[in-house]
């Protein structure tokens, strides 16, 4: 995470304070437009549901991804695309905040 605070950058590693949980979760992009978000191996709460099903969707020209899980839609910049690696930017323009958050293919 990225913020701007008096014209000043500062870099948060929230990774390193995620729980383990949390750590192992991974996302899925199907061909089709369908994703999935799951768990993992281990879930923070034991009686949430194992995947959530969404959508994707490339915008302008393929340098934007939209995804929507749960009603919820998130629009992320596309910083890389290789066919192992996917980088993705998250920007909150009115808290000065970014996130970068990168995706490797398993």
Do not use: H
């Not at 390193?16 to 750590?23: H, L, P, R």
């Not at 879930?43 to 099903?53: F, I, R, W």
Request: overall charge negative; charged content about 30%.
């Amino acid at each position: 995470l990225t913020m701007t605070e008096n014209g000043k950058d500062t870099t948060y590693d929230f990774f390193a304070d995620m729980e383990a949980c949390t750590k192992d979760d991974f996302m899925t992009f199907g061909a089709d437009g369908k994703g999935t978000e799951d768990e993992g191996a281990t879930k923070c709460d034991p009686s949430d549901d194992q995947t959530t099903a969404g959508t994707w969707s490339f915008y302008q020209n393929e340098t934007k991804l939209i995804t929507t899980t749960d009603g919820d839609a998130d629009t992320a910049d596309i910083v890389e695309l290789t066919e192992s690696t996917l980088k993705l930017k998250f920007s909150e323009p009115t808290l000065q905040m970014s996130s970068n958050i990168t995706y490797k293919r398993i």
